[in-house]
């Protein structure tokens, strides 16, 4: 199957900037999108940002604007650019793809999640 590790996270101060990274193994075929979501205390996971396979991206209201996504050739890392951080920017960040594996099952597949904590 797909493994997805990000990097990246950390603490920042309001305002500040971070840029999270996913990288994807295992044996994939393709990958039709890569995205990012993020999960805060005590509330649902949300989306934050995708891009499909023609780097088309796609943001949330609350970070549009703010965010930046972008993929890497071969298409195996996302990257997530977070500008004019905010403290309710603060949760964990989780790096999802759906992609076709080398048996030619597609799924979707998480990251075990980087934390990011924006302090006011």
């Known amino acids: 199957q797909v493994q997805l590790v990000e990097s990246g996270g950390g603490m920042v101060q309001a305002g500040g900037s971070l840029r999270l990274s996913c990288a994807a193994s295992?044996?994939?075929?393709?990958?039709?999108?890569m995205g990012w979501y993020r999960q805060a205390p005590g509330a649902q996971r949300e989306f934050v940002a995708i891009?499909?396979?023609?780097?088309?991206?796609n943001y949330a209201d609350s970070v549009n604007g703010r965010f930046t996504i972008s993929r890497d050739n071969p298409n195996n890392m996302a990257a997530l650019q977070m500008n004019a951080l905010k403290p309710e920017d603060t949760a964990v960040y989780y790096c999802?793809?759906?992609?076709?594996?080398?048996?030619?099952?597609?799924?979707?597949?998480w990251g075990q999640g980087t934390q990011v904590t924006v302090s006011s």
């Open positions: 999802n793809t759906v992609a076709r594996d080398s048996t030619w099952i597609i799924s979707s597949s």
């Open positions: 891009i499909t396979s023609d780097a088309s991206p």
């Open positions: 295992g044996s994939i075929r393709s990958i039709n999108a």
